[in-house]
Each structure stands twice: as C-alpha cells, then as structure tokens.
C-alpha cells in the first residue's frame, strides 16, 4: 500500500466540508485511499447490486445509519441519493460523507444538480513518482512501460493482465454507464488510433477518415475518454503577443503504461527502441506535473506554445500573471538545439516569464533560472514554484 499525496489534502478538506467526492480512473486507488484516510467511517460500495437495491428502497434510512461518517464507493450508480445527501448533511453540519466514482461525467453530473456549492471535489491519478518512492534504480522505460497503477507496482502484478483487465473492464462495463456504442471493438481501435497521437495535436478529421466515422462522433468519442479519465487535453497556450499561435489541444494519457500496452510495446527494451518513445517520455512528465496539481486540490495550470511558425514549447505553467516554461527531451546528454525555443519565446512573453528549463532523462543539473537542465525526476522532487505556491 502506498501512502498517497492527496491524503494530506482529504484530511485538511475533512474539517470543514461535510461533503468531499474523489473521482479518477478505475483502479487508480480510490478505494484504499478513501478507507486509509477515514479509518472510522462506513464503506459502501454501490456495485454490489444487492446493496445497490437495497439503499434504493429507503435511502434516507441508510444514511442516517451512518451519522459518524460514510463512504459511498461508485456513488454514481444512485443518482436519486445525492438529493437526500444534500439534506442529510443540511441538517447536521457535523456530519462527513466521502462520494467515490470512477465516472466523471456521471458523478458531477449528480453533484452539480443536488450537492452545488456543498460538496469539496478532488482527483485521485495513478501513482506519482514521489508515492513510489525510491526510483533511482529503476530505468526511464521501465517507468513508460509500466505506467502508474497501484495493482503494478503493490501487487507485482503482470503488466499485460492488469492493463488488459482495465481496458476490458472499461469498453464493456464502464462505457455503457456513459454512452451506448454499439460497436465496442471499433470503440478500441479509436483507443489505440488516440495513442499513436500521444502528444501530438487532436485532429478529429483525421481519426474520422481512419475509422469511417463521422467527425462528429470521433469529438464525441474523445469527450467520453476524458470523462472517464483514460485521455486528456493539454490546451494551448493563448495570449495576444503579436503572432498566430495554434488553438488545437495535444492529447496525452492519464497513464503512460496504457498507452504502451495500446501501442503493443511489451516490455521496457521496447521503449527504448519504439519511434514514440520521446512522445511517451513527454507524456509522462506533462502527468507528473498534472498530478502535482491534482493531489493539492488545484485545477491545470498547463499550456503548450506552438505558432504557426512551428516553434513550440512543451509546457508553459501558468501562476497568476507568472510563466515558467519547460522543454522537455528524453535524451540523456544535453544538446544546445534544446534551448532554441525557450530562447525564442523570451522576447514574446516578456518579464512575465520568469525562467526557462530544460526536463531531460540525464544525470547532471544545472538548476539556472535562464536556460537550465535538470533531470526530470529531481525536478519532480524539488520543484520550488509548486511548493512554494
């Protein structure tokens, strides 16, 4: 069992919300979190459908069973409960609930319509690097092999059996919740048509044409993968500086690992030879940062930069009126080429951009403000903008 980051937030939002929801992908640790953190209260777990049926017959009667505290696990299955949470928590202050759900479209839509303004929301993602612990002796591309879920590294499970569980687990159960597909195998190939994309722009015309769907429904496809937290979009970067920047997102996975498995790498010699592994590599960094945010309760503070000039920058972390820009390389030597871009946007955003690195999978640091390189972990492990916020 790994003691988790956003414990330290759970804790913290527990004394003054009567309601706290924690949704992520499936098997990201919701659960385990959920009971480490809050020891003492009552865990249900509304998959079982003989609980499910029974809740539903008097649902207020259940939770007033519970007055020192529940935990309601794919609380989403009972839409109706959110109503009487609302009223059950409205009537004592002191009274704790903790929502769990895998289904992000289906959870805050339940929230939002019963439990506004009542109710602290929170993102639980795969392991981060710091949760794992030690990762000096384990390779880069072990790391992008295995990805981030908890059942790989606690359990020593086989890769391959857990990710595919996952995927089966998701095309056949999860997404008839959100959406009725009706050809699930198709559904898959568009899964794993996304990955060949890790960390490039989303082109839905382009994944249309592949799979002879309409542009309409590879958008919607894609919503339904960020709703249930397999994909995400990393927004470009967009401020009026005088040049025509790029208005499409890049996509990128929750896990690394799954992308992997979709794109058939079976093991970490793979990786280092696969032509996406600089892709995989950025996608794991650009997550590393994502979790960081999520774990302290934050929203994204992520952009990229690209122009129609093609310069990019691979990640611009936005504080306030404040930039920090980051390229990303995962090579393990420096090269001078890697300070191109981050030289070129210095003049375009001016003294809002307050320092420029360089994330790459090599030994040496250089932790310099304008134009330093620092091995992406110990960048993780120290970052000072995000502890010091």
Same mark, same amino acid.
């Given at each position: 069992?790994?003691?988790?980051? !956003? ?75 959110? @109503? ?29 319509? @019963? ?109 339904? !993968? ?63 940062? !994502? ?50 871009? !981050? ?47």
């Amino acid at each position: 069992m790994y003691l988790r980051n !956003l414990q330290t937030e759970l804790l913290k939002l527990a004394e003054k919300w009567c309601v706290i929801s924690v949704t992520g992908p499936r098997q990201s640790g919701k659960t385990t979190l959920c009971k480490t953190a809050f020891p003492t209260y009552k865990y249900v777990n509304l998959e079982d459908i003989p609980t499910r049926l029974e809740i539903q017959k008097d649902p207020s009667a259940f939770l007033r069973a519970f007055p020192n505290g529940l935990i309601i696990d794919e609380a989403q299955l009972i839409p109706q409960l959110f @109503s009487y949470v609302q009223v059950f928590v409205d009537e004592d202050q002191s009274r704790r609930i903790v929502l769990s759900g895998s289904n992000d479209f289906l959870l805050m839509k339940s929230i939002t319509q @019963s439990l506004a303004g009542r109710v602290a929301v929170m993102r639980l993602l795969p392991l981060a690097l710091s949760e794992l612990g030690d990762t000096s002796k384990i390779s880069t591309n072990e790391l992008i092999y295995k990805g981030f879920f908890p059942a790989i590294w606690g359990n020593g499970r086989e890769v391959g059996y857990v990710l595919e569980s996952y995927l089966s687990t998701y095309v056949e159960r999860d997404l008839r919740q959100i959406v009725n597909i009706k050809d699930l195998e198709l559904f898959r190939k568009y899964i794993t048509l996304c990955a060949v994309r890790i960390g490039s722009e989303f082109n839905a015309t382009a994944l249309s044409n592949e799979l002879g769907i309409s542009v309409i429904t590879a958008k919607e496809w894609f919503r339904i !993968l960020q709703t249930s937290y397999v994909c995400y979009e990393l927004q470009p970067f967009f401020r009026n500086i005088g040049k025509r920047l790029v208005k499409t997102p890049k996509i990128y996975f929750y896990d690394v690992g799954l992308a992997c498995y979709l794109l058939g790498i079976q093991s970490p010699e793979q990786v280092a030879t696969h032509p996406l592994r600089g892709n995989l590599f950025e996608n794991l960094v650009v997550t590393e940062m !994502l979790k960081t945010r999520y774990n302290k309760g934050k929203r994204s503070n992520l952009y990229f930069y690209r122009d129609k000039g093609q310069h990019e920058v691979d990640v611009l972390q936005e504080y306030g009126n404040e930039l920090r820009a980051y390229e990303i390389k995962s090579a393990t030597a420096i090269n001078s080429d890697f300070f191109s871009n !981050l030289k070129y946007i210095k003049p375009l955003l001016g003294d809002a951009l307050l320092s420029t690195q360089v994330l790459y999978d090599g030994n040496s640091d250089w932790d310099q403000p304008e134009n330093g390189y620092i091995n992406f972990r110990h960048w993780q492990e120290n970052n000072p903008w995000e502890k010091g916020e």
